[in-house]
């Protein structure tokens, strides 16, 4: 079995301040995901990354897949109560393997 | 758009029941994956299939069974519901090549009384 690690587990900042989270694992992945979920909803994707050493921006979130494509982080900057929700990774090995989520973070944004 | 739908959206149900979560899409992924979460918590792959007549366990042990007669169809059973069993169950299908997000339906809340 695949594992991705996040962490913090759990973050909780004020409005306005920025913040990373990571995504960690020993194997390699053919692409990486980045979900969030809102309660009582299910995860909704927000970006892939394919290319090691790729970096995408949406709006003032900006991801980052590892050169040995191993690990992801995601960095919002300016955080707003709009972006509090679990945060999920998810790793593709490819092929006919099933899609790896990782352990999530929690994260809420104090107005 | 996601078009991947599960029904009912909520069930309460008495201990022994047997019960059927209702998964479908209309996107024609192969793939599909049935979800346990507690509220706030990490994603459990309890089920998974590749394609018609594939089904696999995942990495969470469950006493559910799913099928996978169709495409487009891939719904979970409990034979035998049980207060342990109560839960957030959330379907999802994933396409293949590198491009493998997975599209959720909005889960199934289920409560065993």
């Known amino acids: 079995t695949q594992l991705l690690e996040q962490s913090p587990q759990f973050l909780s900042i004020q409005e306005g301040e920025n913040l990373t989270v990571y995504c960690n694992s020993s194997s390699v992945f053919s692409s990486l995901q980045w979900y969030r979920q809102e309660p009582g909803e299910g995860p909704v994707l927000l970006v892939t990354v394919v290319t090691g050493g790729e970096v995408k921006k949406l709006k003032r979130l900006t991801f980052q897949f590892g050169d040995a494509r191993k690990d992801s982080s995601l960095h919002i900057t300016a955080a707003q109560p709009g972006d509090t929700g679990l945060y999920l990774c998810a790793g593709g090995p490819g092929g006919n393997e099933k899609l790896t989520f990782g352990t999530g973070t929690r994260l809420t944004i104090i107005p | 758009e996601a078009d991947i739908y599960q029904t009912p959206r909520y069930l309460v149900i008495g201990t022994g029941k047997k019960i059927t979560l209702e998964c479908s899409q209309t996107?024609?992924?192969?793939?599909m994956y049935w979800y346990q979460q507690d509220p706030g918590m990490e994603l459990h792959l309890i089920h998974y299939s590749y394609g018609v007549n594939s089904t696999e366990k995942g990495d969470l042990s469950s006493e559910s069974t799913v099928s996978r007669i169709r495409t487009e169809h891939f719904p979970l059973t409990l034979e035998s519901a049980r207060p342990s069993h109560t839960s957030q169950y959330l379907c999802a299908s994933s396409g293949g090549g590198l491009d493998t997000e997975a599209f959720f339906g909005q889960g199934t809340r289920l409560t065993v009384v």
């Open positions: 996107m024609g992924h192969d793939k």
